[in-house]
C-alpha cells in the first residue's frame, strides 16, 4: 500500500506571562510577512507535538516553557494559504517576560492586546480559546 | 522551499454508549491483525480532524455520533510500527448501541471492559484518558 498522504503537522503556543501578555513573533516571511504570529512551526517526523513545541519556542524566542497544555487541533483546510497543515495548539506559561528573536520571527514581542493585533493565520481564534481555558484553569 | 515532510496525520474515536461500552473493531489487516482496535484512520487533505472522525466512523462502523470532544493528541513516533503516525483522539456518546462492520473492520463491537481487551497500538492510553475526561464531564 502506498504511503497515505495526509495534510502536514504543525504546532502553535500560547505562553502567556503573568500578567497575561502573550508572547509573539512578527513575520519575516510570507505569507502574512510583516503580521503577528504565534511561535510555532512544523512537526519533524520521529518527534512528537510536545517536543516540536518546544523546539520551536527556544528556536524562535528561546523560551523555556514549563508544562503544555493542550489547546485543540486546528485543521481548516483554509487555515494556511500554502496548502493544508493542521496545527495543534499548546498553552503555557512563565514567570518572567524573557525572549529573544531567532530563525523565522523578524521580532519577538509581548503583546498585552492580542484581541486588537493583526495575527497571522486562524491565530486569532487560538488566542481567544487559550485566554478560555486560562480562565477555566486559572 | 520544498514542502516539509511530517508525520502521517489520523483520527481515533472512543464511542461510549449508554453502559459506557466502548466502540471497537477487530483489526482485520496487520498491524495488530485480529486485536480490537478504535475506530479511525487517515485525514484526508482538504478534510478537517473533526471530519475524518465522523467519515471513518461511519465507514468502518456506521455510527453517526452527536458531538465530538477532543481527547487529545497521540505522536510517540513508535506507537505504530509502519512509521510515524500522529493521532487526534475524539470522544462520543451514543444512546443506542448499533454498529455495522465495514471497511477496515473484520468486525464491529461494543466493549464492556476495554481495559481488560488487547488493544491495537496505544489504544489503552487512549481510552483510559477519555474514560477519565468522561468522568469529568459526566
Known amino acids: 500500500m502506498p504511503a497515505p498522504k495526509t495534510p502536514l503537522l504543525a504546532v502553535d503556543c ?10 509573539m513573533i512578527r ?11 504565534l511561535p ?5 517526523i520521529g518527534e512528537t507535538v510536545e517536543a516540536a ?3 520551536e519556542l527556544r528556536e524562535e524566542t528561546a523560551v523555556r516553557p514549563g508544562k503544555l497544555t493542550l489547546i485543540g487541533v486546528y ?9 493544508h497543515t493542521c496545527s495543534v495548539a499548546f498553552l503555557a506559561k ?5 525572549a529573544t528573536a531567532g530563525d523565522d520571527a523578524a521580532s519577538v514581542a509581548w503583546v498585552a492586546n492580542p484581541r486588537r493585533a493583526k495575527l497571522a493565520f486562524d491565530h486569532h481564534k487560538i488566542v ?9 484553569r486559572g
Do not use: I, W
Request: aromatic content about 8%; charged content about 35%.
Open 128 to 136: 481567544a480559546d487559550a485566554l478560555r481555558l486560562l480562565k477555566q
Open 75 to 83: 485543521s481548516d483546510p483554509r487555515r494556511d494559504p500554502r496548502g
Open 27 to 37: 513575520r519575516k516571511n510570507a505569507p502574512f510577512k510583516g503580521a503577528y504570529a
Open 14 to 23: 500560547v505562553v502567556f506571562d503573568n500578567e497575561s501578555r502573550v508572547l
Open 94 to 98: 512563565v514567570k518572567r517576560a524573557t
Open 40 to 44: 510555532g512551526g512544523f512537526v519533524d
Open 53 to 55: 513545541a518546544r523546539r
